[in-house]
């Protein structure tokens, strides 16, 4: 096997991976992606990402992050008509049964499908010099010299028995929530991450539509949050093509089928009364498409004493939130980020340095969503008092934020990940929370 001074190896082109690529671009000679399906995401989604038939949201944070990755991917993506919308302005949110005052913030956000966004994001790594994206082609093991140090990957052709040994000085696993690494890990002799989960049990069903334009005044998504005694939320997003994604989700036994009924019934049940006037002008254009999501899952790689030089995960394999907060693609590009800044210190103890940065990019958004899934999930390992405490000051927020421009923005702001939880306990609004938002006085 050739020796490859400064070449590494991404697995996985999801969003993580290309973020991933899109920085090593910049330490590294050479970059090859490997990626298990054969056929890039063009206008439709792809096998090894189910969740692309359901709406990806980009948090508040996504945008300015996405923008230092790839300058101007925003606008592009709205040149390939993704619908511009304002945050808050034109998004209608309910939370735990509270409608958040629409306020402007003074920030914009895009809303697309997640095939379009991941092709403009594929197409500029693809036009990345010194950037190869090999598809059709799956990583089934770790090389090592020694078990000390990985140099590189075992790839398989997708469906075939051909095999190929790529060398490299750092190998990057985005391969998704089921990534093998931990197996990987154990068979060199090292120890495996502990792993923290978190049971949401949660299932989509999701439905496109073709709506009239402007059918629903200035609004561009509306969001209805899931409640304990009724743990289903829809979400009803505008994307390309003048065409809507209809999801409902529920926790636990609330979960929704692809029957149409069925799915209409939920609709009805959740929906304000303008969603549905403007569905009864629109068609279905599409089959109701399921996804189940058993658990959050976060792996403690941060936590490890001995791990391999020459080798890190990054994106869902690393930690997947529930999808419900939308924070997944956000957690990728900022841990692409935090991994180009920790390059610049060198390869060499890199794995220690940036899983521990890595983690405190994770934190607040795994923080965040065990607090909002304690009342809904079903679960006691959820029940602990902090959790509990934290999940009951939300739903206070959420009240004050009917009436209070600052706690809706606040909220936003922090469900957007542009700002930690701690954002939310400031004085004055703590103090709206504890009136409930009601004036002063
Ligand atoms: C229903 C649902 C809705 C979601 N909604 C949102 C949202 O609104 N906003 C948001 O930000 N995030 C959302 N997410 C999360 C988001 O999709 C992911 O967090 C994000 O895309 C990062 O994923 P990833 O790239 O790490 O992994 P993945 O998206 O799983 O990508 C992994 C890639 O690796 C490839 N692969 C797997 N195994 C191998 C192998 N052995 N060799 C080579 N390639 C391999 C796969 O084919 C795939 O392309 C949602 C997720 C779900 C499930």
């Not at 095939?115 to 594929?122: D, G, I, K, T």
Request: overall charge positive.
């Amino acid at each position: 096997m050739a020796t490859s001074p400064d070449h590494a190896v991404v697995l996985g082109a999801g969003m993580s991976g290309l973020f991933t690529a899109r920085v090593l671009a910049q330490h590294f000679r050479r970059v090859t992606v490997v990626e298990r399906d054969a056929t890039p995401t063009d206008d439709g989604p792809r096998r090894g990402i189910p969740q692309g038939h359901h709406p990806h949201g980009l948090l508040l944070k996504a945008s300015d992050l996405f923008d230092s990755l790839f300058p101007g991917i925003i606008a592009e993506c709205a040149e390939h008509g993704a619908v511009r919308a304002n945050v808050l302005t034109q998004h209608r949110v309910y939370i735990y049964g509270h409608e958040l005052r629409q306020t402007e913030i003074g920030r914009e956000t895009v809303l697309l499908s997640r095939p379009l966004l991941e092709h403009r994001v594929a197409e500029r790594v693809r036009a990345l010099p010194n950037v190869t994206v090999r598809r059709g082609w799956e990583a089934v093991g770790l090389l090592t010299t020694g078990g000390y140090r990985v140099t590189g990957v075992t790839v398989g052709r997708s469906g075939s028995g051909e095999r190929e040994d790529l060398a490299a000085d750092l190998v990057v696993d985005a391969t998704g929530r089921s990534g093998r690494a931990r197996a990987w890990l154990r068979t060199l002799g090292y120890p495996e991450p502990a792993e923290q989960r978190v049971p949401v049990g949660i299932s989509y069903a999701t439905r496109l539509y073709e709506l009239p334009p402007d059918v629903l005044g200035n609004d561009r998504l509306v969001s209805v949050s899931p409640q304990p005694a009724h743990p289903r939320g829809i979400a009803f997003v505008s994307r390309e093509n003048h065409r809507w994604s209809l999801s409902l989700y529920g926790y636990g036994d609330h979960r929704p089928t692809a029957d149409p009924d069925e799915f209409a019934a939920g609709i009805a049940e959740l929906a304000p009364e303008y969603v549905l006037k403007a569905l009864a002008r629109g068609t279905a254009v599409s089959d109701i498409q399921v996804m189940q999501y058993p658990a959050g899952i976060r792996r403690r790689y941060d936590r490890l004493d001995r791990f391999p030089e020459g080798f890190l995960v990054t994106g869902d394999a690393l930690c997947s939130v529930n999808p419900v907060y939308g924070s997944g693609m956000t957690i990728a590009a900022a841990q692409a980020r935090e991994l180009g800044r920790q390059l610049r210190g060198g390869t060499h103890g890199l794995w220690r340095r940036y899983f521990r940065a890595a983690a405190r990019i994770t934190a607040p958004a795994w923080q965040f969503a065990v607090m909002g899934d304690a009342p809904l999930a079903g679960t006691s390992r959820l029940r602990q008092p902090g959790v509990v405490l934290g999940s009951a000051y939300m739903r206070r927020m959420a009240r004050a934020a009917e009436t209070d421009q600052e706690a809706a923005g606040a909220l936003m702001r922090v469900v957007g990940m542009d700002r930690s939880p701690a954002h939310l306990f400031r004085p004055r609004l703590l103090a709206s929370a504890l009136r409930g938002g009601r004036p002063r006085g």
